[in-house]
């Protein structure tokens, strides 16, 4: 409607101008244009602060209808001066960029990134309908009711939108958007200041402006050429009618059956460089023939690309800014930017061409000019567009999950505030995880510490003594041998070993036959971890003797230790690597005290002994002991993770311990861990899949140099991504194709009740499996591309807020490569479509048969998957399943896959006798 409006406005005001003023005049109605859009701005700039949208939207059709209501008496009247010509000339400039831009806020307001996408093309192809109507309906009138009465008319229309804006906002679509932002901090920001403050809204405004003023440039040329070859008023409006629809004409054919396929194709920022080249190449043509024909082809290229593609990228390119933002600089830009670039035109067409008496030839060098800028902007708002739209969806995350971005504080700062807060846990937090660099500069506030009056902070402060030169602090360490705590004992003695230049014999001399129990059990640890690469030692001291006394002591009746001596002669056992007291560690693994459980795993670890490795396996499925385990694992060296995978291979391992296996091997963080983790990516298993995905995020994010084979990387995403496809897609059969009458002559009442829960069950388990996958095919993309990025996306795409997950979608679009957005995409949008005939066009194999649709998932689908499947099959009584559960009981690698087909092919037995019968 408002583009019909416009091609009735636009060459009527047009033809009044050019009778009345002539074309060398229109320069100077540029720069009357860009004058009062900067004042207007001002004041429309207050409005949207002040009232809603939707008010400042009726109160501009109200008055840009009476006002051409007013010139369609004065026309008629005949008392047109120049100065009327002017203002409505003006009036008529700000109506086309004004009106135009509250209907693509508005449009911006109702749609999300993805239906934009989508739908922004079809909107389009509406505008220009509207402009071909409205240019052939004044082509057609004008000549038999004259200028006035189409002024009349367009009036008309601008009242009628009224009531359909107030529809769209009645019906509740404008609040379906989403209101995410983060810039409420900027609401007294003026729309320039906002402008500036963006890079992209920068870029943006910098290309569409030099867009406009090619524009006007070439509508100059071709008013020009057009004029003198026509000199009558109404045949000159004829002329501009029938090319204006034309032009929209032509757009259609592109915005109906090119733009959607050209910017899905190109991208948003690849199909803003169509119009300038575009317009380059017919400049170019206009240089070697200056005749009225090719510019018409030039003005016709301008208008038919302008309203289609470019106008589709342009508004796509808006998608990452804010709402608020949005809506406080989208006007700005399109009227101010918009008005001052028409005013820019002017004083090149003033300056340059009237004042030096070029002919109007010399235009197309500007044109030329202007292009090379332009391209070069369109480049600059690739890169913004990106970054915002990142920036932008990383805001909607925060804002669903109730969280705020604060500007973090630099490690240093942070340090001297926690080292200074004496909150206990902080500071040993940080102590453990600080590096050697800010140990060092933070010197003098971490060796007081040693005098704290917590003894984990004691120890956490002697841990970074081995920062600063040998001997440091000697005398204070020295004071906590003679504590009464074993672990700072423990600590100060392992320090004025290793760090300090007294002699360890006289150490050892001192310590070992000590009568205190805290510092000879101290010294004992000490000289067994000191024995590990020094066997004169051990034989020095008598380590073996020495260990097996502390043992008989223990057996001793009513003998009575405290836990820590029973870690330290664990500890020193698994240092000592002497096998007759393994067994003395293997017995505390079922100790009731935690704390002395969680030594014997770490002395098994230290030990490297084989005999542990499963019992250490099996404490990975204890939250308790964990972390410990993954350690002990650790203490193997890179050899255990041949053992773990000789393990998987054979199925040795508990399905609840497979997931922790790739924790282990990520702890290394060497190459290898690499190449074993890709390994593990290659088992059926899910579980497996997704712990070594988040186990190669983590070793991407430690270790970003290592060398994670992206070609394996996105042979496994296709793979991941072809299967989440199938079970897509099997789901939605086995939820909505089931038909229960198909198997009433094949099984029992008490079967069917059972077929039901089995068939729910299995729609359990496939989500539970469909949400797991997702997690792992977004952990592995985070490692082919941008960790950063991609934790925005997924994030934003597993949001509670339809329009965050639309936007995370988007925003993966431009980051994913082409084959893998061609397949990855479609699905993850069935997260958000309803659209039940977009579903049908997504999923190509979806009218497959129910039993097809099981016999797929047993093709894809892990163990896990498998059993729900068999046991469902169990119930239909279909003989036609007996070939594969008879493949299944021989093949199947997974036991419980074997034992359910078994019993599947027990229960579907009776089945086929009474088939055989009949």
């Avoid at 909107?123 to 000549?143: E, H, N, Q, R």
């Avoid at 529809?167 to 900027?186: D, P």
């Avoid at 008005?339 to 197309?364: D, H, R």
Wanted: charged letters at 20%.
């Amino acid at each position: 409607m408002i583009i019909t409006i416009l091609l009735i406005v636009k060459p009527t005001v047009n033809a009044l101008f050019l009778e009345g003023l002539g074309a060398d005049n229109l320069a100077f109605g540029y720069l009357f244009i860009a004058a009062t859009a900067i004042i207007t701005s001002y004041f429309y700039n207050q409005a949207v602060r002040r009232y809603s949208l939707r008010r400042i939207m009726v109160f501009s059709l109200y008055f840009f209808a009476f006002a051409f209501i007013l010139l369609s008496v004065l026309y008629k009247m005949q008392v047109i001066g120049s100065a009327t010509l002017y203002i409505y000339y003006v009036i008529s400039g700000i109506f086309a960029v004004l009106t135009t831009s509250q209907f693509w806020l508005l449009a911006n307001m109702v749609f999300n990134a993805r239906e934009a996408k989508r739908l922004f093309g079809f909107i389009g192809s509406g505008a220009i309908a509207g402009g071909i109507f409205g240019g052939y309906l004044t082509t057609i009138l004008v000549p038999f009711i004259g200028n006035g009465n189409m002024l009349l008319i367009a009036s008309v229309f601008i009242l009628a939108c009224i009531p359909i804006l107030s529809m769209i906002y009645k019906k509740g679509y404008v609040s379906r958007t989403s209101r995410y932002t983060n810039a409420h901090h900027n609401i007294g920001d003026t729309a320039f200041k906002l402008l500036l403050k963006s890079k992209h809204l920068t870029f943006l405004a910098l290309i569409i402006g030099l867009g406009v003023i090619v524009a006007k440039l070439v509508d100059f040329q071709f008013s020009d050429f057009a004029s003198q070859a026509i000199p009558d008023a109404d045949r000159l409006a004829s002329f501009f009618g029938f090319w204006f629809s034309t032009f929209n004409l032509v757009s259609l054919g592109i915005q109906l059956f090119l733009t959607n396929r050209v910017v899905e194709k190109l991208g948003v920022n690849s199909s803003l460089l169509i119009l300038p080249l575009s317009i380059a190449l017919g400049s170019l043509l206009f240089l070697t023939f200056p005749e009225l024909w090719v510019l018409i082809i030039i003005k016709g290229l301008d208008g038919s690309l302008k309203q289609s593609v470019n106008k589709a990228a342009t508004e796509l390119a808006m998608v990452p800014i804010s709402l608020e933002i949005k809506n406080r600089t989208k006007s700005f830009i399109d009227v101010v930017v918009d008005s001052v670039a028409t005013g820019i035109a002017g004083c090149l067409l003033i300056f340059v061409i009237k004042a030096l008496s070029l002919p109007s030839n010399y235009v197309t060098v500007i044109i030329l000019f202007l292009i090379l800028i332009w391209i070069v902007g369109i480049f600059k708002v690739r890169d913004s567009y990106f970054k915002s739209f990142r920036q932008s969806l990383r805001e909607a995350v925060e804002l669903s999950e109730g969280t705020s971005r604060r500007k973090r504080k630099s490690p240093l700062e942070l340090g001297k505030r926690i080292l200074a807060s004496g909150d206990t846990e902080q500071i040993v937090r940080y102590l453990e995880h600080i590096n050697s660099r800010n140990a060092k500069i933070l010197r003098n506030k971490i060796i007081p510490l040693l005098e704290h009056e917590n003894d984990a902070v004691k120890i956490a402060a002697i841990n970074q003594l081995y920062h600063y030169p040998e001997g440091t602090a000697l005398e204070a360490v020295r004071k906590m041998v003679y504590l009464k705590d074993d672990e700072v004992v423990y600590a100060a003695m392992n320090y004025l070993i290793l760090h300090t230049s007294l002699n360890d014999n006289r150490i050892f001399d001192s310590y070992l036959n000590h009568s205190s129990d805290y510092i000879a059990h101290a010294a004992l640890l000490c000289l067994a971890k000191e024995a590990r690469q020094n066997k004169k030692i051990a034989s020095r001291y008598n380590l073996e003797l020495r260990i097996e006394l502390w043992l008989a002591e223990l057996e001793l009746p009513n003998s009575d230790h405290r836990p820590e001596e029973l870690s330290f002669l664990l500890e020193s056992i698994g240092y000592a690597q002497i096998p007759q007291f393994y067994s003395f560690i293997s017995a505390n693994f079922n100790n009731r005290n935690p704390h002395i459980v969680s030594h014997a795993i770490e002395a098994a670890g230290i030990s490297g002994e084989l005999m542990f490795i499963d019992a250490l396996i099996d404490f990975l499925t204890v939250k308790e002991y964990r972390n410990v385990a993954i350690e002990a694992l650790k203490n193997y060296g890179e050899s255990i993770s041949e053992e773990l995978l000789a393990r998987e291979a054979e199925k040795l391992l508990k399905n609840n311990t497979k997931k922790y296996i790739p924790a282990v091997i990520q702890t290394f963080e060497t190459q290898a861990s690499v190449r074993v983790l890709l390994r593990l990516l290659k088992s059926r298993d899910n579980l497996i899949r997704r712990a070594s995905a988040k186990s190669l995020y983590r070793l991407k994010s430690k270790n970003p140099k290592l060398n994670f084979f992206p070609k394996t990387i996105f042979r496994l995403l296709l793979e991941y991504t072809f299967e989440y496809r199938d079970i897509v897609s099997s789901r939605k059969v086995i939820k909505s194709n089931f038909n229960a009458e198909a198997y009433e002559n094949l099984i029992s009442s008490d079967d069917k009740i059972e077929l039901e829960i089995a068939r729910k069950g299995l729609l359990e388990i496939l989500d539970k499996q469909l949400q797991l996958r997702i997690e792992t095919i977004f952990k592995l993309l985070a490692v082919y591309y941008s960790r950063k990025d991609l934790d925005v996306a997924y994030k934003g795409f597993i949001s509670t807020d339809r329009d965050t997950r639309a936007n995370a979608i988007e925003f993966l679009d431009n980051i994913l490569s082409p084959k893998l957005r061609h397949v990855l995409l479609p699905l993850l949008e069935l997260a958000i479509i309803e659209d039940a005939d977009v579903y049908e066009e997504i999923l190509v194999d979806s009218d497959i048969s129910f039993n097809k649709a099981l016999v797929k998932l047993i093709e894809v689908g892990d163990g896990h998957l498998r059993l729900p499947v068999i046991y469902l099959i169990q119930f239909l009584g279909d003989t036609t399943f007996l070939p594969l559960l008879a493949e299944l009981q021989i093949t199947a690698k997974n036991k419980d896959v074997r034992s359910f087909a078994s019993l599947a092919l027990k229960k579907l037995q009776p089945a086929l006798i009474d088939t055989l019968k009949d």
